[in-house]
């Protein structure tokens, strides 16, 4: 295992992939249609990837509840959260603010 990149709550849930592998839908509800899921390294620590990372050992945040999910799994239809972050963190929020930088030239807050 690996040291998380952001502080972490109590984690629970599991990602469903649609049949062609287009949407993810956390288990919050929020989907990747709706939303930009933010693509993360092999530490877990958000990074911004314009072509989305299909990198297996990579991971994936829904950043409207910060689970986390390992790209490998969500290739499989199903995908359990490995770990959920804090979104009101510091951390977390300094994070989300540089992927929406980076990604939109913009801040969200």
């Known amino acids: 295992m690996y040291t998380l990149s952001y502080p972490v709550v109590d984690v629970d849930g599991c990602a469903v992939v649609d ?3 287009e949407n993810q839908t956390c288990a919050c509800g929020n989907d990747t249609y709706a939303a930009d899921w933010y693509a ?3 530490t877990g620590a958000v990074t911004f990837c314009c072509s989305a990372s299909t990198n297996p050992d990579e991971h994936t ?8 999910y390992r790209n490998a799994d969500l290739f499989t239809g199903t995908a359990t959260a ?22 939109y030239g913009r801040d969200r807050s």
Do not use: K, M, N, W
Request: aromatic content about 8%; charged content about 20%; some cysteine.
């Open 61 to 68: 945040l829904c950043p409207a509840c910060g689970r986390l």
């Open 19 to 21: 049949v062609d592998g």
């Open 40 to 42: 993360a390294d092999t």
């Open 82 to 103: 490995i770990a959920r972050y804090d979104t009101h963190s510091p951390a977390f929020l300094a994070a989300h603010e540089q992927y929406e930088g980076d990604a």
